[in-house]
């Protein structure tokens, strides 16, 4: 167990690195930041040069890989950190310097348990990434597959697991400060961290999400995921074919290819859509760096570290939201969030419809170039503070997802209206699923896995209250109140150690007295 004084130390060095970046004026000065937080940010801060404009995403490079990935995350939370700070932290690129190879050998070597060349002909010795969980090298099998190697750094895991004791140490004292803290949920935060982490750093499990993730858009023409080399994939390592193509984000050279960049985005808001609302499982990390295009025109997406799952009730509430916010209908967009309990029932529903016009109204109509995403997140987050409205941690990673996918579709063509290509996709899936003949679809589906529990039913009724035979049954006997209770030896050891205990003390005690006594 790690002692408070740790944790304490350990957020003061990380304070200090803050305040260098002027990362910690944010937090002074937001009304809502609890006291204590205000008063060790000043102590962080003693002595250091801030710059006029605050770093964030800086700040958290330096401070260590767990903070990187902590920075990724608080990007989603700008109601947490603030759209300021947030928005900086989404320039955050994963990259680090990195391992020297003979380390990344040993690790390929130690978690296979033979040597490396009799996995791949060759490994090129130069990575072609390194992050701050892992480093990816070209090799090529020893049947003569290119591929790309991914391999955990050397001790990262036990980094993380000691940083992350401190991240859930301060998020649990600062939600115990009630008011917005409690009500903005840094716990959940954290622990929802904690589970894309501990995915990260299994490797086996980034490789079923990309598998899972194929299976879902296999039906779903020029969008792909490489295929996983599973006899070369274990928790350490992962092997996966390599991807020929140009990165999303070099849009002279997708120009120069000749490929139709209006196109590409459009199928890329699609494939985001498709993944999110009609498979409830998708890619949560689509920056540029994680998307190519191929010859064909392919978009094909890599790094599934971080996935987003939303059940088909959220995604249902998620179709209807987006509709109701494209065709103007923010009576049925605020009496979804009433249903869904995102909104307290203790608020008015024609109130948070009129809240909602507000921030929606600006938007429709326009291509992303002339919206102000600064201004409409403001709104929205003044929204779920006059609401009461709790943070959803399934809809900020998707919300993230969203705004990446959105600047990538903008950047590839910058007259792209996200509403309106996303209306006629969300129109069509609501009709499917939610039209009556969905409703008559589901209702026979869910009568006919009734009847065939049925005889389960019967079978457990049946467990429950055997006939009778065999041995009488005991008659029953009376309740003899005993003398004493009857403990479990284990609490009779523990009520002798208590008295023990309070003998001792009580000793002790008397010994000081008698000690004062005689001075």
Do not use: C
């Amino acid at each position: 167990m790690t002692r408070p004084s740790t944790h304490i130390w350990r957020l003061l060095k990380w304070g200090r690195t803050l305040a260098r970046h002027g990362a910690l004026r944010g937090i002074e000065s937001d009304p809502n930041t609890p006291t204590p937080v205000k008063r060790l940010a000043r102590i962080a801060r003693i002595g250091t040069i801030q710059p006029k404009t605050p770093d964030y995403a800086s700040a958290f490079r330096d401070i260590g890989p767990a903070a990187i990935k902590l920075g990724q995350s608080l990007a989603t939370r700008p109601d947490l950190v603030g759209s300021e700070a947030a928005h900086n932290l989404l320039s955050l690129q994963d990259d680090l310097p990195p391992v020297p190879f003979a380390e990344i050998k040993q690790v390929i070597e130690s978690s296979f348990g033979q040597p490396a060349e009799t996995l791949f002909s060759s490994i090129e010795e130069t990575p072609i990434g390194a992050a701050s969980i892992a480093q990816v090298h070209r090799a090529v099998t020893t049947d003569g597959k290119t591929v790309a190697v991914k391999v955990l750094r050397p001790g990262i895991r036990e980094k993380f697991e000691r940083d992350l004791q401190t991240y859930h140490w301060a998020a649990a004292h600062l939600e115990a400060m009630g008011g917005e803290a409690e009500r903005l949920r840094p716990r959940l935060t954290i622990a929802n961290f904690e589970r894309w982490t501990n995915r990260e750093l299994d490797l086996r499990r980034e490789a079923a999400s990309a598998s899972e993730l194929a299976e879902t858009m296999r039906a779903i023409d020029g969008y792909e995921i490489p295929d996983i080399d599973w006899d070369r994939t274990n928790g350490r390592v992962m092997t996966i074919e390599w991807v020929e193509g140009i990165k999303i984000s070099r849009r002279d050279d997708l120009v120069a290819a000749g490929h139709d960049l209006p196109e590409l985005a459009n199928r890329l808001v699609l494939a985001f859509l498709t993944q999110a609302i009609s498979g409830g499982f998708f890619h949560a990390d689509m920056h540029q760096g994680n998307l190519f295009v191929k010859a064909d025109g392919t978009i094909v997406a890599i790094d599934f570290g971080i996935m987003g799952r939303i059940n088909r009730q959220a995604r249902t509430w998620l179709a209807e939201i987006l509709y109701g916010l494209t065709t103007g209908n923010y009576r049925r967009v605020a009496e979804i969030h009433f249903e869904a309990q995102y909104v307290p029932s203790y608020h008015d529903v024609g109130e948070f419809a009129t809240a909602l016009r507000a921030v929606g109204e600006p938007m429709r109509g326009k291509p992303v170039s002339e919206l102000s995403v600064g201004q409409m997140l403001d709104g929205l987050f003044a929204i779920t503070r006059d609401f009461d409205m709790q943070t959803q941690p399934h809809l900020l990673l998707l919300q993230k997802t969203m705004v990446m996918v959105e600047g990538i579709a903008t950047q590839l063509n910058p007259e792209i209206n996200m509403w309106d290509t996303s209306a006629p996709y969300v129109r069509n899936w609501i009709r499917d699923e939610l039209g009556p003949e969905a409703a008559i679809a589901d209702r026979i589906k869910e009568d006919t896995e009734t009847l065939l529990r049925i005889p389960a039913l019967i079978r457990r009724i049946e467990d429950q209250y055997p006939p009778k035979g065999g041995a009488p049954e005991p008659p029953p006997l009376p309740n003899v109140p005993l003398m004493f209770d009857r403990k479990p030896r284990s609490t009779t050891r523990r009520m002798f150690g208590y008295a023990l205990s309070a003998l001792v003390g009580a000793g002790a005690a008397a010994g000081a007295m008698m000690l004062g006594w005689i001075g």
